[in-house]
């Protein structure tokens, strides 16, 4: 789901094609199970897995005949089908398929309990999205009965909200009103699944009040993750909630992260995620624990513990709608090292992620594992669909100041070609599309919402192919998003200059400078190839620099005033070094004049083989400052809006 913004058309194709195998195997009721031994699957009911002619309607592992039916797995379709369709806005196929997904909404509709006023769902063993690893209610005599599933209430209140756009959408308001009151009543009943200190959800109720999935509990002592970050990044529940639950997903550590992607599950008892540990994981399992039901149920494996990166896709997106994108950035490089770059892209679902599952196929690809990636992507700017609009919430870090994306949004029959300029915190001051000021559109500091209708004209063959099974043709349009501060500053409210970086580079790689102390003869706009340190005993900076590059200055000068020489180099290469000591890696350069007299300049190394986001010139009191964002600092200093501003 993660990715659905960007595939391709082919790629899309086989996306829609391959949920159709659910939907178009879905029960009717009259499919016996196992012969009708164990009974006939209910209408609505989908698939554990499908194919193109075929259906399986229980989790067919572990003890198959106590097991319900697959009840989230079926919600999840809902939730990644219904977002397809707002992404394609291929009218024809949402006719098709909405009575499809009322079908499953009147199933889990017939699970309501009118003991907690019908704001709660009853269901049992493996009716969850990791089935079989939910045990249900287990009952003195040792069977198991239903009970209140946090999981069912959430991804079913995800799946809601996009079905009432897609009803919106093709005009259905009797349906959305339908859908409207189902959604009103589920989060209405969200409260009576959190946990005692209110700050994330617990896996399960039992009738009898016991709950499944609370840290610290002697028995059930474990952390669920997917109902909660799925909260998150569903939008199920309000932004106050969904930073406590990534707050508290973050405390966790590696009891739920050991190997950077995020387990299903931590253990009972607390204890470590490593081999060897003695962790059980679930304690509440049909069959016991990690230890006692053994093989693919241990601790650190399959759904006890191992890594379903279709999961840490929304792990990703609900950190990112906190802002937060470096278990994103963690979890690509993860995947890349671990992974990608063996040609082992199969699920981590053995030895707590850090292996793949079947790693003597010949090639191993599973298309989960792009979620990490994809959950990167989506976190930039989440990318909200909705029957009438598209919202963007930018993520995009500070030290990013220029951004332009290769690849382009889907959004019905347009094409959208997202690029931005400037620091993100900042806030947003101006759109554009296809060059000219954003019309109709609708924005503020931190989002941006377009609207369908006013989007420009698309072309007759892109309006002819959004309602086919293969979009082969759209509209391409160019969006840019302006932020208000062009540059990262780091002059600080005083005047005085601030290095960039954070840990504050050691003394050794912080030089100052003073006009005072450029070489005699030097013209005014000049560039100035070497100059002296004012700190006693300092290296001499010198440009250009023999032992890493010599390309020469550059024209017209970085560094442009009445009455100053200036400073020249490209930004992206090597331009300058010192006698002293300096990293061995590349060296890049921060540059600043500070406000206050006398006029003195700061300038950074720092150890970065990445090179400079964003250069820019802007106007500071009698003088010029530099605004330099270098990959790899985390904290760019205070920030300063700029009104006039040119980027190199």
Partial sequence: MTTLPFIGDLTFKGMRESQNWWFNNMADGTQPYSGGAQGWAPDGCGCDNGEPSGCNYKQGDGNVPIHDWTLEETLSGLVMQSELLL???????????????????????????????????????????????????????????????????????????KLIELCKLVGDTVHEALYSARLALNLKGLPFYLA?????????????????????????????ASPNHDAVALRVVDD??????????????????????????????????VTGAGGV????MACGNGTSCGGIFEFGTWV?????????????????????????????????????????????????????????????????????????????FEYLYSASALTFIPHLPDNITAYSQEFSVRWGTYRIQLATM???????????????AATGHTMNAT????NYAAMPAASPAALAAVNSSISTASTSVSLLITFKTAMVSSTNSAGAATPLGNPTPPPGLIYHF?????????????????????????????????????????????FVNGTLPGLAFNGRTSFMCAAGPVPAVKTFLAVFRSNAAPAIFSMVVGGSAGGFNGIGVSPLGAGVQVDIDWVGSTDQGTRRPTSSASSF
């Fill in 422 to 436: 400037g620091v993100t915190s900042s806030g947003i001051s101006s759109v554009s599309i296809n060059g000219a």
């Fill in 196 to 224: 005692p200190e209110g700050d994330y959800f617990v896996r399960s109720i039992d009738p009898n009040g016991t709950r499944h999935g609370v840290l610290g509990q002697d028995r059930h002592g474990y952390f669920e």
């Fill in 304 to 380: 006890n513990g191992g890594v379903w990166t279709t999961t840490e896709g929304r792990w990703l997106m609900a950190a990112a709608r906190m802002g937060d994108l470096a278990p994103a950035r963690a979890s690509v490089k993860q995947m890349v090292a671990l992974f990608a770059s063996t040609w082992r892209m199969d699920n981590p679902i053995v030895n707590f992620g850090l292996s793949p599952y079947q790693p003597n196929e010949d090639i191993n690809l599973t298309v989960d594992n792009f979620a990490s990636a994809g959950g990167l992507l989506r976190g930039l």
């Fill in 447 to 450: 989002s941006l919402t377009l």
């Fill in 514 to 558: 003073s006009a005072a102390t450029v070489p005699a003869g030097t013209q005014t706009g000049a560039n100035v190839t070497s100059w002296p340190n004012l700190v006693p005993g300092g290296p001499i900076m010198s440009y250009p620099c023999p032992s890493l590059n010599a390309t020469g200055p550059v024209t017209p000068p970085l």
């Fill in 240 to 273: 106050e909630l969904s930073r406590k639950i990534v707050t508290k997903i973050k405390s966790l550590g590696a009891l739920i992260r050991p190997n950077v992607f995020i387990l299903p599950n931590t253990d009972a008892h607390g204890k470590p995620s």
């Fill in 281 to 284: 994981g679930y304690d509440d």
């Fill in 87 to 161: 992404i394609s806005r291929n009218i024809s196929a949402i006719i098709e398929w909405l009575p499809k997904a009322l079908r499953t909404s009147n199933l889990i509709e017939g699970r309501r309990d009118a003991a907690t006023g019908m704001q709660t769902f009853l269901s049992g063993p493996s009716s969850n999205l990791l089935a079989p690893s939910f045990g249900g209610w287990t009952l003195d005599n040792g069977r198991h009965a239903w009970s209140y599933m946090t999981g069912i209430s959430v991804t079913y209140s995800g799946a809601l909200k």
